[in-house]
């Protein structure tokens, strides 16, 4: 049961998604079809190729370490490594070591 707040949108123009599916896969067409279709703000996708895809056709893009980070400055989240450590074990969410380095640079800043 969804929360009252989530509203579960489809996609109308299958056009759209069949142009993208072309690249990418079928989640990341989906969304990239309903970010047009909706005239959306913001769209939150991590696999790097959907991503170049989106701001070729214009629409702002976030990553869940983007989200992380705000979530973290905004104060909202006590530590993003923490928060990260707890992704990676959990749903086997990966993040590069060199990036890892930096967002952990960023934290000691911070703190």
Do not use: H, Y
């Not at 509203?7 to 072309?22: N, Q």
Request: aromatic content about 2%.
């Amino acid at each position: 049961v969804l929360p009252d707040f989530i509203e579960v949108v489809s996609v109308t123009d299958r056009g759209l998604v069949e142009r993208f599916a072309t690249k990418l896969d079928a989640g990341e067409s989906e969304a990239l079809a309903l970010m047009l279709e909706q005239q959306g703000d913001l769209l939150l996708m991590d696999e790097r190729k959907g991503r170049r895809v989106a701001r070729r056709e214009g629409i702002k893009v976030i990553g869940l370490l983007g989200v992380l980070i705000a979530a973290r400055r905004a104060g909202l989240l006590d530590s993003l490594p923490a928060v990260l450590e707890e992704l990676a074990t959990v749903a086997g969410f990966r993040i590069g070591k060199e990036l890892m380095s930096r967002l952990l640079n960023e934290e000691a800043k911070n703190e």
